[in-house]
């Protein structure tokens, strides 16, 4: 009840600091990480500069070839286009498949997002992270317990690949534990265990690994929450750089602008909000309404079968949304 009650004050206050969530530069917008390396840094700042203006296009890669690129196909094929931001996800431990990619993409002059599928373990995929459970959630989260040390053992799988893509100065829209707020995946269920395990996996990727290329997206499901709910699972704005929904009822509820400002006054207004996943993508005229920093549609049937090539033309020849044509020749360099 306690909690509860400090979390409708603190929604009250964050309404009279945020009145207008269409104006998020009340505070200044900055990484949690005060060592940011200034290829994450320089990403930051072009979404900073451009949210609530404009919105960059992004597509979650999906399994149905080997190259992973048929939904960049189809786009291009509909729009003569390609998304700004490309999805990957270590699902069924594909470390260095991932890492191969997202350098490519790079390449291109592209943003890399990534995501995890993963066990309690750390390892398997989609089916493994719905099925598992936490037997002790305490001896996981304790420090000098043979569960924590086998937990960090396992983060550092992908903390290995993240360090290397830094290496290249790459830097990383970084969505681990997403939907965290629903009862479908391991890491869900308990705000308190949840943020727990959200502040372990930052503390020992930022200070342990010296991981300083990610960008922390905190990605809530699209369940319908009062916004002292969405306080409830909030980790801390010293702990993300962006905060995120999903929504798969786009028809009915377009970009879904109750979300969008739940989520602006989640963070006080100090941090872009994103729509990270998505079937049926928005028109820009709904974004006009709800401007997400951006967007993720994803993969497979959600994007052929919910959105139209005509429907495809419409967003991604707007001048609202980015491309990856429009993209800035990010530096991509490190300072040392």
């Known amino acids: 009840m306690a909690a509860k009650f400090l979390a409708f004050l603190l929604s009250v206050l964050s309404v009279l600091l945020c009145l207008n969530p269409l104006h998020p530069y009340r505070f200044a917008m900055k990484l949690s990480d005060p060592q940011a390396d200034p290829c994450a840094a320089e990403l930051y700042d072009y979404i900073c500069d451009n949210f609530c203006s404009r919105v960059l296009s992004g597509q979650q890669e999906g399994f149905s070839s080997p190259a992973r690129n048929d939904e960049f196909d189809f786009i291009f094929a509909a729009t003569g286009?390609?998304?700004?931001?490309?999805?990957?996800?270590?699902?069924?431990?594909?470390?260095?498949g991932v890492y191969e990619r997202a350098v490519e993409w790079a390449a291109r002059g592209g943003v890399v997002s990534i995501c995890w599928h993963c066990g309690k373990d750390?390892?398997?995929?989609?089916?493994?992270?719905?099925?598992?459970?936490?037997?002790?959630?305490?001896?996981?989260?304790t420090a000098g317990t043979p569960e924590h040390a086998a937990f960090l053992a396992n983060?550092?799988?992908?903390?290995?690949?993240?360090?290397?893509?830094?290496?290249?100065?790459i830097p990383v829209l970084w969505r681990p534990f997403h939907e965290f707020n629903g009862d479908w995946f391991w890491w869900a269920g308990e705000p308190a265990h949840f943020k727990a395990l959200w502040k372990l996996m930052y503390r020992h990727f930022t200070d342990d690994l010296g991981l300083h290329n990610l960008i922390w997206v905190l990605g809530y499901s699209e369940l319908d929450m009062p916004q002292e709910d969405f306080f409830l699972w909030y980790p801390g704005s010293r702990y993300c750089d962006i905060v995120g929904c999903d929504s798969y009822h786009v028809a009915e509820y377009g970009a879904d602008r109750n979300k969008f400002e739940r989520s602006m006054r989640t963070a006080f207004g100090a941090k872009p909000v994103m729509l990270h996943e998505c079937g049926l993508i928005p028109t820009a005229e709904q974004f006009a309404q709800a401007p997400w920093c951006a967007f993720v549609?994803?993969?497979?049937?959600?994007?052929t079968q919910e959105n139209?090539?005509?429907?495809?033309?419409?967003?991604?020849?707007?001048?609202l949304v980015i491309t990856l044509d429009e993209l800035p020749a990010f530096s991509y360099k490190r300072s040392d």
């Not at 995929?125 to 001896?139: F, I, L, N, P, Q």
């Not at 549609?297 to 994007?303: G, T």
């Open 81 to 96: 286009k390609y998304p700004a931001i490309r999805g990957f996800d270590f699902v069924n431990d594909d470390f260095e």
């Open 122 to 141: 750390l390892d398997k995929g989609y089916e493994e992270c719905k099925s598992d459970r936490v037997e002790d959630w305490d001896a996981l989260l």
């Open 155 to 169: 983060m550092d799988k992908a903390g290995a690949v993240l360090k290397r893509l830094g290496a290249q100065g």
């Open 297 to 303: 549609a994803w993969h497979s049937e959600y994007l």
């Open 308 to 319: 139209s090539a005509e429907h495809l033309r419409g967003i991604y020849h707007s001048d």
